[in-house]
């Protein structure tokens, strides 16, 4: 195995509706999980310019549930997150 490559995580295709919170929990905003791994997903969203550098990600509008996540990159309205504590 060659030094430096770092076997990628398994993503799995979703496509399904989820949401984003902000801090607090407020202002639920739809996206589009698009494929998901252990470690992170990528979403897309039709507003991409408020959107801060932390965020949860969420399967229902319920605030309390979903995962701490920060943007890891940006592409269009596409973006990757990944988990954090």
Do not use: H, Y
Request: glycine share 10%; proline share 2%; aromatic share 6%.
């Amino acid at each position: 195995m060659a030094l430096g490559t770092k076997k990628r995580e398994a993503r799995k295709s979703l496509r399904q509706s989820g949401w984003i919170t902000l801090d607090g929990g407020f202002a639920a905003r739809p996206c589009v999980v698009q494929d998901i791994s252990a470690s992170g997903a990528k979403i897309t969203i039709d507003d991409t310019n408020t959107l801060p550098a932390k965020l949860r990600l969420a399967f229902s509008r319920d605030a309390r549930t979903g995962r701490n996540c920060e943007v890891v990159w940006r592409r269009g309205k596409t973006i990757g997150i990944k988990f954090v504590r």
